[in-house]
């Protein structure tokens, strides 16, 4: 008999990848499905980043990497958070990792202890959650309002804060709902983590060449939370290079040295050809990530109307990232044939089925009420998905 770890049976699997994986099975079996689970963009990494991957083979980049990262990509990125955002981080602050889920589990393993709380807002990104279970931390969901953007109050966040409190974990541009902060609604929140000095903020900003609102603002900028602030970011997102697995942190130096520690007992150097690819992409020009992300503006705002076309459901405005994230709890308790809608679990198994739409469960991202639609495919699809999601939710009486 073979006996699982007890925290391998505790562990959910990704629901957007769960997604994604029946999608993928359906297509073998010859259904015409649209797949808008994953939040992955459909653009190919852009040709210069994928001509220094294949220089660095030629120039034999083919060895183990050092466990935090080439030094010239940690430089790169130190002068990427100058150049972006003001914010000053030395090499030594960095650490390359494989994709930014990775950096994210570092962090939170180097940080949470059992029993320590960890304060998320909700909608909150999957792996959060799972991560957090993984470190044996308590998870503590803060519930945001769809009619406030899903964003997180000074108010709201004081209130979840308590002498076990240890970490505050968030995206901006966020995953699932699309939501960015302004400098204001960040200074917000710094005022109330200012009087909290035993909690470590882990600001997620994968997202950030994807914002179509302005400058990205990034929590590490305030006075108040020095030295304090763990920030996220990678090469998936605005460089089109998922499959590439480039994430990275700049971190106090202690979180830094502690999160090398860890990985040098996990994957040891991130794969030293996308490093390499990682350089070019960042010390490169933004002017086809700059392209992406007109593509996804306009691709926003055409899901949008379309949405605005459908009865009874509640659409946020997404200001970032390639989301949406619409209260779909208008169809609950609505029937057709064997399927009884109880919550949105129900309603997208219903419309893969019924409708060859492939969208996440809102329960994953902790509102169970909504259900996220990623747009990063072509208008063509997009236009087609948004017609089956009307006339399938149609057929609910």
Same mark, same amino acid.
């Given at each position: 008999?073979? =006996?699982?770890?007890?925290?391998?049976?505790?562990?959910?699997?990704?629901?957007?990848?769960?997604?994604? #994986?029946?999608?993928?099975?359906?297509?073998?079996?010859?259904?015409?499905?649209?797949?808008?689970?994953?939040?992955?963009?459909?653009?190919?990494?852009?040709?210069?980043?994928?001509?220094?991957?294949?220089?660095?083979?030629?120039?034999?980049?083919?060895?183990?990497?050092?466990?935090?990262?080439?030094?010239?990509?940690?430089?790169?990125?130190?002068?990427?958070?100058?150049?972006?955002?003001?914010?000053?981080?030395?090499?030594?602050?960095?650490?390359?990792?494989?994709?930014?889920?990775?950096?994210?589990?570092?962090?939170?393993?180097?940080?949470?202890?059992?029993?320590?709380?960890?304060?998320?807002?909700?909608?909150?990104?999957?792996?959060?959650?799972?991560?957090?279970?993984?470190?044996?931390?308590?998870?503590?969901?803060?519930?945001?309002?769809?009619?406030?953007?899903?964003?997180?109050?000074?108010?709201?966040?004081?209130?979840?804060?308590?002498?076990?409190?240890?970490?505050? $974990?968030?995206?901006?541009?966020?995953?699932? &709902?699309?939501?960015?902060?302004?400098?204001?609604?960040?200074?917000?929140?710094?005022?109330?983590?200012? #009087?909290?000095?035993?909690?470590?903020?882990?600001?997620?900003?994968?997202?950030?060449?994807?914002?179509?609102?302005?400058?990205?603002?990034?929590?590490?900028?305030?006075?108040?939370?020095?030295?304090?602030?763990?920030?996220? =970011?990678? /090469?998936?997102?605005?460089?089109?290079? &998922?499959?590439?697995?480039?994430?990275?942190?700049?971190?106090?130096?202690?979180?830094?040295?502690? /999160?090398?520690?860890?990985?040098?007992?996990?994957?040891?150097?991130?794969?030293?050809?996308?490093?390499?690819?990682?350089?070019?992409?960042?010390?490169?020009?933004?002017?086809?990530?700059?392209?992406?992300?007109?593509?996804?503006?306009?691709?926003?705002?055409?899901?949008?109307?379309?949405?605005?076309?459908?009865?009874? $459901?509640? /659409?946020? =405005?997404?200001?970032?990232?390639?989301?949406?994230?619409?209260?779909?709890?208008?169809?609950?308790?609505?029937?057709?044939?064997?399927?009884?809608?109880?919550?949105?679990?129900?309603?997208?198994?219903?419309?893969?089925?019924?409708?060859?739409?492939?969208?996440?469960?809102?329960?994953?991202?902790?509102?169970?009420?909504?259900?996220?639609?990623?747009?990063?495919?072509?208008?063509?699809?997009?236009?087609?998905?948004?017609?089956?999601?009307? =006339?399938?939710?149609?057929?609910?009486?």
């Amino acid at each position: 008999m073979i =006996n699982l770890a007890t925290r391998v049976s505790e562990l959910s699997e990704s629901e957007t990848l769960q997604m994604a #994986k029946l999608s993928r099975e359906l297509k073998a079996k010859g259904k015409d499905i649209i797949d808008l689970s994953l939040g992955e963009p459909d653009f190919d990494t852009p040709l210069f980043i994928k001509d220094a991957a294949k220089k660095a083979l030629d120039d034999g980049f083919t060895k183990y990497s050092p466990v935090a990262g080439f030094l010239d990509l940690r430089k790169a990125i130190s002068e990427k958070f100058k150049r972006d955002s003001q914010l000053e981080f030395s090499p030594e602050q960095i650490v390359v990792s494989t994709g930014a889920k990775q950096s994210i589990a570092n962090a939170v393993l180097a940080l949470v202890n059992p029993g320590d709380e960890v304060i998320v807002p909700s909608p909150y990104w999957v792996s959060y959650r799972e991560m957090v279970k993984m470190a044996a931390g308590n998870l503590v969901k803060v519930n945001t309002k769809i009619s406030n953007e899903f964003k997180l109050t000074g108010k709201e966040l004081a209130t979840a804060i308590t002498p076990k409190s240890k970490v505050f $974990i968030f995206s901006s541009p966020c995953n699932p &709902t699309g939501a960015v902060y302004s400098k204001e609604e960040l200074h917000q929140l710094a005022l109330i983590l200012a #009087k909290h000095p035993e909690i470590i903020i882990i600001s997620d900003e994968i997202y950030e060449y994807i914002n179509f609102i302005g400058k990205h603002e990034s929590i590490a900028q305030f006075e108040e939370l020095k030295d304090r602030v763990v920030i996220v =970011n990678g /090469c998936s997102k605005g460089y089109a290079m &998922t499959g590439w697995r480039l994430g990275y942190i700049a971190a106090p130096i202690k979180i830094a040295k502690a /999160c090398e520690k860890i990985q040098g007992q996990f994957t040891s150097g991130t794969n030293s050809i996308a490093q390499r690819a990682a350089l070019a992409a960042i010390t490169g020009n933004l002017t086809e990530t700059i392209s992406m992300r007109e593509a996804f503006n306009k691709r926003r705002n055409l899901v949008k109307t379309l949405l605005n076309k459908i009865p009874g $459901i509640k /659409c946020n =405005n997404p200001e970032g990232a390639f989301y949406f994230f619409p209260d779909f709890s208008y169809y609950f308790g609505k029937e057709y044939k064997n399927y009884n809608i109880k919550n949105a679990d129900d309603l997208c198994m219903f419309l893969l089925y019924e409708g060859n739409i492939s969208i996440v469960t809102g329960s994953a991202f902790g509102d169970e009420n909504c259900i996220r639609i990623s747009y990063a495919t072509s208008e063509e699809k997009l236009i087609t998905a948004m017609e089956r999601l009307h =006339n399938t939710l149609l057929l609910l009486k």
